[in-house]
Structures are given as structure tokens and as C-alpha cells.
């Protein structure tokens, strides 16, 4: 299934796993959440983790992006290992370097939509580059919206507020654990499009966590994980090309 990237694509590695692992508890109870995973995220590259519930998703989008500590392996933001960091200096490389956007939007009630978007620049002291918010804001459609506050908005405004926040510090890389998961299929269909638009225009890095092999569609690459290990990658996926490869995990069992 595993086809390779269209020649000319640009190959710089925004954020890289290598022999990732990731043990929860001990003994009897152990679980091995990640099992020795290498995985590249390209610059430019739209990437959705697909695979089925608790195969280790979203436990790889958190040791990747910083939000989690793992047993051994490595993890590379850009050139700078994660590793080789402080508590300090990995909080100032996740607010610099890295956006969120989560199912549950984490927005402050009180904050308007911009000062939503705004928030991470302004706890880091940094100017937003206005050029570059408004493009953002415009792109998510939100001009209209910027004074309301999250209780005024719909699910999918919300969730474009939580996109536009991810996108307005320009970060390296952002990372999705199921952004669309709360939102009905147009408004879900509308933030996979601004996402991709951010990959495609802005040259934006994504990484998704999802189950919907529709949103899948959206990405350049698909990357599944069963049982805390990659076991296949698809570049130009499609619904139906997606949905046919979950098909096959179902019948072979997960580590096929
Ligand atoms: N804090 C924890 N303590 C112990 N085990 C954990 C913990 N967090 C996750 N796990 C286990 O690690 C494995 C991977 O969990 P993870 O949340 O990454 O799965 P997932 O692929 O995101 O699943 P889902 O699709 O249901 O969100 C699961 O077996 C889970 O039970
Ligand atoms: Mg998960």
C-alpha cells in the first residue's frame, strides 16, 4: 500500500521519532503504550495517525509533542532533542515551536476569540505578526466573530478559534488529537479544510490523530499504529482506500 511521496516534496524533518517506546506501569500491569517507533513528519506535510482505540496515537502525538515524558528512544523538534532539555527549556520550545489543537477545545470562557488566538504569543511576550493573524484569522473565517466570547460561538467557530491559535504563533509543527471529533460533518469538513489549506498555502507541518477515514482523506499521508507500532503508511489517501485498509486490520487482527 505504502507509495512514495511525489518527487520535488520538500524532505526536511519538522519533528522526528526514533525507536520510541513508552511503558506505562510495571509487571502484571504493564503496558506498553509505544513499541519501539521511528516515525518522520515532514515540513509542509499534512500526516493523519490512524489505528484502533489504544493502539498508542495518541500517547505518540504526546511524547512527540513534549507532553509527555517516554521510557527510551528519542524525539527531534526541528534539530533540538527533547531529551537533551530541561522542565524550563521544554515548556519555551512547546510554546515557541509547537501548536495544539484538541477534541476539546480548551478555550478560556472569558477571553474573546481573539485574545483567545492571542493567548500563547501573549504569555510568551511576543508580538503577533499582524500580516500573518490576519491571514490566519481570514483564512479560518473568524473576521466577523473576533469579539465574541467561546459561549457565543458554535462548536465549529470554537473549534476554528483553537485552529487559528494553533496557526497564529507559526509553528514548526502542529499537532491534532482529533480536532474534528466534537464537530458535525460540515463544520468538521471546514477545519480539515482550513487545516490542509495551512499545509498547502502557508506550508504549515500537521500531524492528526483521527478515526474517520474522511478526515484521513484530507491529509498527504496516513500513518497506522497498532499495538504501540506503525504497521503501514499510505501517501494520497482516499475515504475508500483508507476505510479498505482498516477493513484488512479488522480481518487479520491488529499486528498484521
Ligand atoms: N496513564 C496511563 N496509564 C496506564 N496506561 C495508559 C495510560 N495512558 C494510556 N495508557 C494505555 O496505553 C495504550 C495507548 O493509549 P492511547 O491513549 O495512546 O491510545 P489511542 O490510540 O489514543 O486510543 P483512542 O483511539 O481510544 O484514543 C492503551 O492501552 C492505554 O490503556
Ligand atoms: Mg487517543
Redesign the pocket.
Known amino acids: 500500500m505504502t507509495t512514495a511521496p511525489a518527487a520535488g516534496r520538500t524532505t526536511a524533518v519538522a519533528a522526528r521519532a526514533t525507536e520510541l517506546s ?1 511503558i ?2 510495571q509487571g502484571e500491569t504493564q ?1 506498553v ?1 509505544l513499541d519501539r517507533v521511528s516515525v518522520d513528519f515532514v515540513q509542509a506535510e499534512f500526516t493523519a495517525i490512524m ?10 502525538m ?1 511524547c512527540v509533542a513534549g507532553l509527555d515524558t517516554f521510557s527510551s528512544g528519542s524525539v527531534r523538534i526541528g534539530d533540538t532533542e527533547l531529551g537533551s532539555l530541561k522542565d524550563k527549556q521544554l515548556t519555551k520550545l512547546r510554546r515557541d515551536k509547537i501548536g495544539f489543537i484538541f477534541q476539546a477545545f480548551n478555550l478560556l470562557p472569558t477571553l474573546t476569540a481573539l485574545e483567545n488566538i492571542t493567548l500563547p504569543m501573549d504569555i510568551a511576550g511576543r508580538k503577533p505578526d499582524k500580516e500573518w493573524l490576519d491571514r490566519v484569522i481570514d483564512m479560518v473565517g473568524l473576521s466577523g466573530r473576533l469579539g465574541h466570547r467561546p459561549s457565543q460561538l458554535s462548536g465549529g467557530q470554537q473549534q476554528r478559534v483553537a485552529v487559528a491559535r494553533a496557526l497564529a504563533s507559526k509553528p514548526e509543527i502542529i499537532f491534532g ?2 480536532p474534528t471529533g466534537n464537530l458535525d460533518s460540515r463544520s468538521g469538513a471546514e477545519v480539515l479544510g482550513f487545516l490542509r489549506n495551512s499545509v498547502r498555502e502557508l506550508g504549515q507541518t500537521v500531524v492528526m ?1 483521527t ?1 474517520d477515514p474522511v478526515a484521513a482523506a484530507y491529509a498527504d499521508r496516513v500513518v497506522f ?1 497498532a499495538d ?1 507500532r506503525i504497521v503501514d503508511e499510505m501517501y494520497g489517501p482516499t475515504a475508500e482506500t483508507v476505510l479498505d485498509r482498516m477493513k484488512q486490520f479488522d480481518a487479520k487482527g491488529r499486528t498484521s
Open positions: 513508552k506505562y506501569g503496558v503504550a489505528g484502533p482505540s489504544g493502539s498508542g496515537k495518541s500517547t505518540l504526546h488529537d482529533e490523530v478515526h499504529l504501540g
